[in-house]
């Protein structure tokens, strides 16, 4: 676990900006920067990032948080893996702590197999500069057209033809066998797994050494082509995808996936500057690859072998893309040729020209390839019209699998009615099939569309939203500002103090949950920066923070610096807080008061009923007279201000 004080180090230290920057062009607009948002696709820009709140927010898909959040968000990374991220872009040693509940070595454990890791890609790159490795690995890569910076991206090597090469080294580096166990580097023997083959570098999407593939360069037939790292707790095979890491941004700017099946394929488009390419690492793929895929883009476009193999490879593996609601095509290569191969025959750019004009949408694709087989036969005809429902049915969008019946009707020569009775009952099969899974995923939306429901039905019935909103907005915003300055009196400290004797009338849920974990560390003696509420751990602090600090519109420094034109009327907008707070906060408490006013005047009439409780009358009406004086005061202050 990474101690409190290093992730606060990283949180202090690593700037929005410049995190943003390594993914986006940024274009600067007043004090904050824009550019086009990487979550949604736009054509203006409206992904704004506020250097000096160290922030950034789309206006228009809503996403927004500091870095750590961007990384998580962009990468799919977890908080640690979007910390350990920063920290190394930074260069800031982290310190880890341990839990009562877990020893140090469960806690070290992950962090341990990927040290091990990657002193195994070391070792097995610097085999690369033996004089066998160079003959023989370098050999085969150099044929194969690779050059040297490519072997590096990938991180490739070679594992010498040693039953204990790798296994002798860790141990004199101090390396413990059981780790090498635990990484997979070892067989059950104890010697090393990989042996007399080339070496694939595995990756997780932060970057990560998380295992390796090794291709056999003897001409063994009784040894497998490739074998791979075996399942870990960093590495788990249906969750990868081969290239990943280098190309995923290159995926969602080309708004479109390649897929192709083998290592070498992926690197040889790579080195063509054909980037937004993975494999599936030689398996079909999985439902939690394909998600990974639609974190950047929702178009898939799958490039097969064109032969009898990758025409069923081809029917086989689209169906798990289509039931995760991506657009889907495919591409024919040539029949015996691979991506590999097939673009240093015909070089880069034909190849791209071959896959832009090649590509077909797959259920229509499916459609044509099966009606050929089937001829003009009746009942092959039928099983046809099945298994392209079948297909079609997996489509979640309601739209899109209309206009595939209609088109695939037209084809087929059959009446759209008919397809789409025929879509109806294997959508109903799908469902019974997943019964149970589909009444707990309508549980858990129905759960969420509550909980993010909620605070706007709330909106209508509170009352005083607008003004609680306001004044949460103000304190987190302008946090640590001084307002007081020979009191040395932060706004934090400022606005608690004045609304303490109405903090208990809050009635929003969240508001209310965020000013008492206010007073909660003013009680504590803490007074926290506007960095602490943008990195709140709590999702709804932080996002209610980040909110309150980014607006869309910015004053320009141009008007001051440039044009010479100066506001006369008041401040520039960061510098007015002094009096924004003040009247924020007397407006909160003119709004506070006069309800307190009327619930006090109901309670004054229902005990004027009551001839025995004149003392508890009594009271009620000192209590109307002290809350009369306190809201005049309030008020003659408020318009004071309004005048000022």
């Known amino acids: 676990m990474i101690s409190q004080k290093s992730v606060e180090e990283v949180l ?44 950034y927010k789309c206006f228009g898909c809503g996403k927004a948080g500091g870095s750590v959040q961007f990384l998580m968000e962009h990468d799919n990374l977890s908080f640690v893996e979007a910390i350990r991220t920063l920290a190394k872009k930074y260069n800031i040693q982290l310190e880890e702590t341990f839990s009562a509940t877990k020893s140090k070595e469960e806690i070290e454990k992950l962090e341990s197999l990927y040290i091990i890791n990657e002193f195994a890609q070391k070792y097995y790159r610097d085999q690369l500069d033996t004089d066998f490795g160079k003959s023989v690995a370098l050999g085969y890569f150099t044929q194969r057209g690779f050059r040297k910076e490519t072997l590096k991206a990938f991180g490739l090597g070679y594992a010498p033809n040693q039953k204990d090469g790798l296994l002798r080294l860790a141990q004199q580096k101090g390396y413990k066998i059981e780790k090498l166990r635990e990484a997979g580097l070892l067989n059950q023997y104890d010697t090393d797994f990989f042996r007399n083959r080339v070496i694939f570098s595995l990756y997780s999407i932060s970057g990560r050494v998380i295992g390796f593939a090794g291709r056999i360069l003897s001409a063994d037939a009784k040894a497998p082509k490739y074998i791979n790292t075996p399942e870990t707790e960093i590495y788990h095979k249906r ?54 895929i639609k974190r950047y883009s929702e178009n898939v476009t799958m490039i097969f072998d064109g032969d009898p193999a990758g025409l069923k490879a081809a029917l086989r593996a689209v169906d798990i893309v289509l039931a995760q609601g991506l657009n889907v095509r495919v591409v024919l290569l040539p029949e015996g040729e691979d991506p590999d191969g097939y673009l240093k025959s015909i070089g880069a750019e034909a190849f791209a020209d071959y896959i832009e004009s090649k590509s077909e949408d797959f259920i229509l694709f499916k459609t044509k390839l099966l009606l050929a ?23 979640p969008a309601l739209l899109k699998r209309s206009i595939y019946v209609k088109e695939c009707a037209r084809l087929m020569g059959l009446d759209e009615i008919v397809l789409m009775q025929e879509l109806k009952t294997a959508i ?57 300055e020979e009191d040395d009196i932060t706004v934090f400290q400022y606005v608690l103090e004045m609304i303490e004797d109405v903090k208990h009338t809050f009635n929003d849920p969240l508001f209310k ?26 999702k709804d602090i932080r996002q209610f923070a980040i909110e309150a600090s980014i607006s869309p519109y910015a004053y320009s420094e141009n008007w001051s610096e440039k044009f010479q034109i100066h506001m006369h009327s008041q401040k520039a907008p960061d510098e007015n807080y002094h009096k924004e707070t003040l009247r924020t906060v007397l407006r909160f408490k003119l709004r506070k008061f ?48 309004v005048l000022s």
């Open 428 to 484: 109903a099969t799908n469902l019974k099939k997943k019964k149970h899974l589909h009444s707990a995923g309508l549980q858990a939306d129905s759960d969420l569309k509550t909980r993010r429901s909620a605070p706007t039905q709330k909106k209508e019935t509170t009352t005083d939203y607008f003004q609680e909103k306001a004044l949460l907005e103000v304190l987190l915003k302008f946090t640590d500002k001084i307002y007081l």
């Open 594 to 641: 006069d309800h307190l006013i009327k619930q006090n005047q109901a309670t004054i009439a229902q005990t004027e009923s009551d001839a025995k409780d004149s003392d508890r009358l009594l009271t009620l009406l000192k209590l109307h007279k002290v809350l009369l004086e306190q809201r005049k005061i309030i008020s003659d202050r408020l318009g004071q201000i």
């Open 373 to 395: 087989d089937a001829e003009d036969n009746p009942l092959l005809k039928a099983q046809v019209a099945k298994d392209i429902v079948a297909s079609i049915a997996l489509i």
């Open 513 to 538: 949950k965020i000013i008492d974990h206010c007073y909660t560390l003013l009680d504590n003696n803490k007074v926290p920066n506007s960095a602490y509420f943008l990195n709140h751990e709590d």
């Open 12 to 55: 202090e230290t690593a700037r929005v900006e410049e995190v943003v920057s390594d993914y986006l062009t940024l274009k600067r607009r007043g004090v904050n920067l824009i550019g086009l948002c990487p979550f949604h696709n736009e054509k203006t820009p409206s992904f704004t990032v506020s250097p000096t709140k160290n922030i």
């Open 239 to 292: 969750k990868f995808l081969y290239g990943l890491h280098l190309t995923k941004e290159h995926i969602r700017r080309a708004k479109n996936c390649l897929i192709v099946e083998g290592y070498t394929d992926v690197m040889t488009l790579y080195q063509n500057d054909i980037r937004n390419v993975v494999a599936a690492s030689g398996t079909s793929l999985t439902e939690e690859q394909v998600r990974l």
